[in-house]
């Protein structure tokens, strides 16, 4: 956890620095539609991995109440210091990690949602009441569809989302933005010059440089 800790410290959150234009239909936008379509129906909603809590306070609008939690104790900082700041009342910020016991009650929540925190949650099932629903968005879908098969989860859904794109205006916003990627060095530092060099000659794209959206969106439902 020192690494998101740091990023903690250094972004002020679990969150980008780098300056870049997004073209094409983003599965970021897409999920955060599903999930605002979604929330009304639920009262108890768990944000798994919620980071700085941006999130987490912007869903708490379309909801009775969300339990946000996190394994890095900077990035609660943050998040509660920003629920302290602001006029939400239904939201709670928690300290838990998915490779323990997790401290919350069994079928206490009627929703999970998973935006870029641990695809681990899928193997808490207990957690979910049934019938209740977890939605997530990740990069790496095998890990999620062999969570879900196994902890029997009904209904899977998964949809694949590779249209989009990050254009970069340079050279150093790029190096910017592969720094903020989970356990990516510092490429901004002069010891990773050659590295960098050669993510630059990987990504160039029509003659520019840009990063493709590779995200896959996936729901189910606890049976």
């Not at 060095?185 to 493709?212: C, I, S, W």
């Amino acid at each position: 956890m020192e690494w998101y800790d740091m990023i903690a410290r250094r972004n002020g959150g679990y969150k980008g620095r780098a300056v870049f234009t997004l073209e094409g239909h983003s599965a970021e936008d897409v999920f955060e539609a599903g999930l605002m379509q979604q929330l009304p129906q639920y009262k108890s909603v768990l944000d798994a991995g919620c980071g700085h809590g941006e999130f987490t306070l912007k869903m708490s609008a379309y909801t009775s109440h969300i339990t946000g939690f996190d394994n890095s104790k900077e990035l609660l900082c943050i998040a509660q210091a920003g629920l302290d700041a602001s006029d939400v009342h239904n939201v709670k910020f928690v300290y838990a990690t998915t490779k323990t016991d997790m401290p919350f009650e069994d079928e206490q929540f009627d929703l999970i949602y998973d935006r870029r925190g641990p695809t681990s949650i899928i193997e808490h099932g207990r957690l979910l009441r049934k019938g209740g629903v977890i939605f997530g968005i990740h990069t790496d879908v095998s890990k999620v569809r062999e969570r879900l098969q196994t902890n029997q989860y009904e209904n899977i859904e998964i949809e694949e989302f590779n249209e989009a794109m990050m254009v970069f205006p340079d050279e150093k916003e790029f190096a910017i933005f592969l720094s903020d990627i989970p356990g990516n060095p510092d490429y901004t530092r002069p010891e990773f010059h050659e590295q960098l060099q050669v993510k630059l000659k990987e990504n160039q794209m029509d003659g520019r440089l840009a990063v493709r959206e590779h995200k896959y969106i996936w729901k189910a439902v606890r049976g």
